[in-house]
């Protein structure tokens, strides 16, 4: 069975960083790309960031403004999500997700998310 | 990569069937045949529903189907049954990354 669980939400002041953490299990990480997507408290869904099997591809939403970095250690099993400069507007609950293959196609599993709170 | 428009909400009775749409661009729906569908209940995580426009995964029942045409795909949930009511989002590949649809309530009346 395909488990994911993040790690490292929390309360932060704003212009603070913190790491997310996924650790996944029940499938071979390193064959899937893998990606974070957020919700805030009563809103939809948002696509984060992804990153392809191999690392190799990685891409970012333009509503970050290059404060994000997604990483992988397939080693480990491993995802990350390392964000800096963090504002009141990324305060939602961040969901790890797998995709169908090695690069994109759609999202077939999610975690159950780790809630960010920015305020001061 | 702007939100994916979708219907703030939709109702139907038990039994009858509702579509929902999913209208993006060229660069993403109508671009790929990478769309999919989440359904989510409240304080749940989202569930995979349908993906590749139309097609299901093992488990979900046969009520739920898509389609696409153009830049607009659809959601259309026949027999509709009291557990189907929950949000659901679309989502499409588009290039390099995906993109949510804004999001409908399903209602079930």
Redesign the interface.
């Known amino acids: 069975e395909v488990q994911l669980v993040e790690s490292g939400g929390g309360l932060v002041q704003p212009g603070r960083s913190l790491r997310l953490s996924c650790a996944a299990s029940g499938f071979t990480f390193e064959d899937y790309a893998m990606h974070w997507v957020r919700q805030a408290p009563g809103k939809g869904l948002e696509w984060v960031s992804g990153i392809t099997w191999n690392s190799g591809k990685i891409a970012y939403a333009d509503s970050l403004e290059g404060r994000f970095t997604i990483s992988r250690d397939n080693a480990k099993n491993s995802l990350y999500l390392q964000m800096n400069s963090l504002r009141a507007e990324d305060t939602a609950l961040y969901f790890c997700t797998k995709d169908k293959g090695y690069s994109y196609g759609y999202i077939d599993c999610w975690g159950q998310g780790t809630l960010v709170t920015v305020s001061s | ?1 702007s ?1 994916l428009t979708q219907p703030r909400s939709v109702s139907g009775s038990p039994g009858q069937s509702v579509t929902i749409s999913c209208t993006g661009t060229s660069s993403d729906v109508g671009g790929y045949n ?1 769309v ?1 569908w ?1 359904q ?1 209940h409240p304080g749940k ?4 529903m349908i ?2 426009v139309n097609q299901r ?1 093992s488990g979900v029942p046969d009520r739920f189907s898509g389609s696409k045409s153009g830049n607009t795909a659809s959601l259309t949930i026949s027999g509709l049954q009291a557990e189907d009511e929950a949000d659901y ?1 679309c ?1 499409s ?1 588009a290039g ?8 409908t309530k399903v209602t079930v009346l």
């Open positions: 990569q939100a990478y999919s989440y989510q995580a989202p569930k995979l993906y590749d995964p989002y989502c590949y390099s990354s995906y993109v949510f649809g804004t999001g």
